[in-house]
T-cell receptor
Framework: KNQVEQSPQSLIILEGKNCTLQCNYTVSPFSNLRWYKQDTGRGPVSLTIMTFSENTKSNGRYTATLDADTKQSSLHITASQLSDSASYICVVSPDNYGQNFVFGPGTRLSVLP | DTGVSQNPRHKITKRGQNVTFRCDPISEHNRLYWYRQTLGQGPEFLTYFQNEAQLEKSRLLSDRFSAERPKGSFSTLEIQRTEQGDSAMYLC????????????FGSGTRLTVV
């Protein structure tokens, strides 16, 4: 069964600190992996998209890594800000069609002052 | 173009009432998707359109749910005889037919059935 698992379920850090969120997947075949940020009560916003051949991609203070052999990805947030408080969702897809996206449950990050 | 727009943002309704949500996708996007998201979970696929054709419906889309995209532009999702279990965030997303980028979500409609 195609599944995406994320850890930790929730995380609390102090402003300015770094953190790393994990995503493990069993989706096959694999086409791409996306990380989304979802603020409370809002829709998900894309942070990064990686295909099979990419093992790292950055978007400002966000850096995603992908190990397609072990089927793991991580999202590293550097110098966290209060506005980083949100849910981070890992999405894996066997193709580019949204009906086949497999969504993880998300990691809830809280950044405290 | 300001992205994918969803209305209303919030809807509170009594059990048994019908509700309708609207999604306006990015204008050049020919694919439009509806998802449902409950608290602490990732979105779950409901249905999608390519232009005006509804090409796939998930098992989650019971016969009380119906979606339309009459002119291949905006879409509506109607829930008839709402139940408390329908309480969720309903997300719309749009994309071009191909390519990895350009998949954009709206801000969602939060439905509460009391």
């Amino acid at each position: 069964k195609n599944q995406v698992e994320q850890s930790p379920q929730s995380l609390i850090i102090l402003e300015g600190k770094n953190c790393t969120l994990q995503c493990n997947y069993t989706v096959s075949p694999f086409s791409n992996l996306r990380w989304y940020k979802q603020d409370t009560g809002r829709g998900p916003v894309s942070l990064t998209i990686m295909t099979f051949s990419e093992n790292t991609k950055s978007n400002g203070r966000y850096t995603a890594t992908l190990d397609a052999d072990t089927k793991q990805s991580s999202l590293h947030i550097t110098a966290s800000q209060l506005s980083d408080s949100a849910s981070y969702i890992c999405v894996v897809s066997p193709d580019n069609y949204g009906q086949n996206f497999v969504f993880g449950p998300g990691t809830r990050l809280s950044v405290l002052p | 173009d300001t992205g994918v727009s969803q209305n209303p943002r919030h809807k509170i309704t009594k059990r048994g009432q019908n509700v309708t949500f609207r999604c306006d996708p990015i204008s050049e996007h020919n694919r439009l998707y509806w998802y449902r998201q409950t608290l602490g979970q990732g979105p779950e696929f409901l249905t999608y359109f390519q232009n005006e054709a509804q090409l796939e419906k998930s098992r989650l889309l019971s016969d009380r749910f119906s979606a339309e995209r009459p002119k291949g532009s905006f879409s509506t999702l109607e829930i008839q005889r709402t139940e408390q279990g329908d309480s969720a965030m309903y997300l719309c997303a749009s994309s071009l037919e191909t390519g990895t980028s350009g998949y954009t979500f709206g801000s969602g409609t939060r439905l509460t059935v009391v």
